[in-house]
């Protein structure tokens, strides 16, 4: 799902997630019951314990508290946006940890805490050093390297167990893709993500107020974004006299499925080309998206663009986060994005200038229908630190979140904008979704306004998140937390509910690819290649020779080894 596996772990675990919605959460299998520490901590004083509504739920497996109070350390990446927390509330103490703390008998240490860019280098020196925490989240290299140095548990007795019902029936759907992932030598030595759709397709977000004021339609079409931003360019569209304004943004990742803030994904898309992705042809072979002839017609679309200064000049050299700076502070009005950007960062636009009326659009294909490159069902895995006595934790810990997430289980309903913080609340910051969790709520949504559907039946978090779109509906923008659950969980919902063709990384590919020694310079060949040909300093025809020097340095190897599978 990534642009490299590791960069794309950090990009959404640590980074891009920060806005999505954490969804449907897992339930853990089986083990022989473990013993508590030695020298367990004493429980906390009756009066401590917030009288919550515990159900029958609370006495089976998956949610049943330890006799005695046990810790359990994880760490932690996004220190630097802790500011956001409400008042009094850090991410090592608030109120949805104490909740998990005090459903299970548990202290959930943290064995360090550091900024999001840091927080890759860091795990990967814990990795090397042996000195890592009690509960983890990896990505695919990092699961095989810590299975082969017998350094996790084996959780195959868990998952049945001690996942809860709504987990179970995320990984079924997935028909048994998610699991399949996690196992090495018959062994699930990870518990899987399940993130089908939450960062996937990008979509166009474009301010209706600029195309009012300069009598522009909503854009269909990679040739109407190219009017649009050459408009918004030259038009002076924020009305301030000045050649101040941009077309589109960028990142130094201008591909990067599926989670790319900035990114040029949707466009070659658009041209029938899915870089990125092994995916299988109509014979059934397994080909890979970077070296289709689409993808040359598409580099040569944003070279042209680049060169006619639609795109900011400086985009090559920035990441997601200093892009966004330029949409925040009114500079730009089209971002291309997941559904989930009017979260973050679109929010603050809408903070700063109540007028930006960002709305989210889905670019067609040359064929006039709409396919999109999407990510892999599982990218990444939680894994418990071998020796460690109690593996079931980390299951309990992610059905309780999920809970949270759902307002399921009388689980409180803490913060009105859950959706923009989970990631600093939550001491797994992992999703284990519904396929198609998003189309589903934006449709229940939609028939709750419309008197379709009684509201009263909405989880506690749903009917948080309603009464969040009723008031944006009633006052658009007018508080910019209700208007980015409208435009997040809704309008860009909708979208999606209309459907749309996917590709997907084939995952016999995926499993290949995380143990190929010749991927990393493979994948730094192209990423300079197609980074070179956009920003003009190498002629487009150097991609037909990037392709031929891509099969000669261990592609065609790699792609012989997929399709032996």
């Not at 022989?32 to 520490?37: F, G």
């Not at 739920?57 to 810790?71: A, E, K, L, V």
């Not at 390297?145 to 019902?165: G, S, V």
């Not at 937390?481 to 919902?493: D, H, Q």
Request: hydrophobic share 40%.
């Amino acid at each position: 799902m990534f642009k490299k596996w590791t960069i794309k772990f950090a990009l959404i675990l640590v980074s891009l997630s920060l806005i999505l919605s954490a969804c449907a959460t897992p339930a853990q299998p089986t083990a022989a019951p473990t013993q508590p520490p030695s020298q367990p901590e004493q429980p906390p004083a009756a009066e401590e314990t917030p009288a919550y509504q515990w159900g029958e739920w609370r006495n089976t497996d998956p949610y049943r508290p330890y006799d005695q109070r046990i810790t359990v350390s994880v760490v932690k990446g996004g220190s630097e946006s802790a500011g956001t927390l409400p008042a009094g509330e850090t991410i090592e103490n608030n109120r949805a940890l104490k909740y998990i703390e005090d459903t299970l008998n548990i202290d959930v240490t943290f064995k360090w805490v550091v900024t999001s860019d840091a927080f890759l280098d860091k795990l990967n020196l814990a990795i090397a050093s042996k000195d890592i925490p009690d509960i983890m989240i990896v990505d695919p290299i990092q699961l095989q390297q810590l299975t082969e140095a017998d350094a996790i548990e084996d959780l195959t007795p868990y998952i049945e167990k001690y996942a809860n019902a709504d987990i179970l029936e995320n990984y079924n759907q997935t028909k048994g893709v998610a699991l399949q992932a996690a196992t090495i030598n018959g062994k699930i030595m990870g518990i899987p993500n399940v993130q089908p759709q939450a960062d996937a397709p990008i979509m166009a977000f474009v301010r209706r107020d600029w195309l009012n004021k300069l009598g522009l339609e909503p854009p269909k079409t990679v040739e109407d974004i190219e009017k649009i931003a050459r408009a918004f360019i030259e038009q002076d569209p924020d009305g301030n006299g000045a050649a101040d304004t941009f077309g589109l943004t960028g990142s130094m990742n201008p591909i990067n499925v599926p989670s790319n803030l900035h990114g040029f994904d949707a466009f070659f898309n658009a041209y029938g080309a899915f870089p990125e992705l092994f995916y299988r042809d109509s014979s059934g072979k397994i080909i890979y998206g970077s070296l289709q002839p689409e993808v040359k017609e598409a580099l040569a679309l944003i070279a042209r663009w680049y060169k006619d200064g639609l795109i900011d000049p400086e985009f090559a050299t920035k990441d997601g986060g200093k892009s966004n700076e330029i949409p925040v502070a009114g500079k730009s009005g089209i971002m291309m994005g997941p559904w989930w950007i009017p979260w973050w960062p679109l929010v603050d636009s809408v903070t700063n200038d109540p007028n930006a009326d960002w709305w989210p659009y889905l670019i067609q294909d040359k064929n006039g229908g709409q396919t999109f490159s999407m990510g892999d069902y599982t990218y990444s895995y939680v894994v418990v630190r071998k020796g460690y006595p109690h593996p079931e934790v980390a299951l309990k810990i992610l059905n309780i979140q999920n809970d949270l997430s759902y307002g399921l289980n009388n689980a409180p309903q803490f913060y009105p904008n859950f959706n923009e913080i989970w990631t600093l609340l939550l001491p797994i910051p992992f999703l284990i979704e519904q396929p198609y969790v998003v189309e589903r709520m934006a449709r229940e949504y939609r028939d709750a306004l419309d008197g379709k559907l009684d509201p009263a039946t909405f989880g506690e978090a749903m009917k948080v998140e309603f009464e969040q779109i009723k008031a944006d509906v009633a006052a658009p923008r007018s508080d910019p937390s209700n208007w980015a659950t409208r435009m997040a969980r809704l309008e860009a919902g909708l979208l999606l509910a209309q459907g749309y063709n996917e590709v997907r990384t084939d995952p016999v590919a995926a499993r290949v690819l995380s143990l190929d020694q010749n991927w990393p310079s493979l994948k730094k060949m192209e990423e300079e290649t197609f980074l070179q040909i956009m920003t003009g300093a190498r002629p487009l025809d150097d991609f037909d020779k990037f392709v031929q020097d891509w099969y000669k340095s261990g592609g065609q190897a790699l792609l012989d080894k997929m399709n032996s599978q």
